[in-house]
């Protein structure tokens, strides 16, 4: 499962998880499908290119990557947001 950037890093873009990425699968907000009224200020990952390297998240300073299984409850938006950021459907597994 690929990881999913969450509220931490909203108003934070260090980009220290980008620079590390080595298949460049992280995004800016206005480099992402998703319409400027549904944009968040923070960066995304694209489902489809994730490699799960761990690289992004030991390398964010916030705290805010996780393994799309791991997102915390409260968090869980950004599991779909994700997705819908690279006109993605999301995998519901069951």
């Known amino acids: 499962m690929p990881y999913i950037i ?26 992402t499908r998703l319409p400027r009224e549904h944009q968040r200020n923070k960066m995304y990952v694209n489902p489809e290119e994730c490699i799960e390297c761990d690289a992004c998240r030991d390398a964010c300073p916030v705290g805010a990557v996780y393994r799309e ?9 950004y599991v779909a947001a994700e997705y819908a950021a690279f006109g993605l459907r999301q995998n519901v597994q069951s």
């Open 6 to 31: 969450t509220e931490p890093c909203i108003d934070v873009i260090d980009g220290a998880c980008r620079d590390l990425c080595p298949v460049n699968c992280i995004y800016l907000p206005q480099e």
């Open 69 to 77: 299984e791991q997102v915390p409850e409260a968090w869980q938006s």
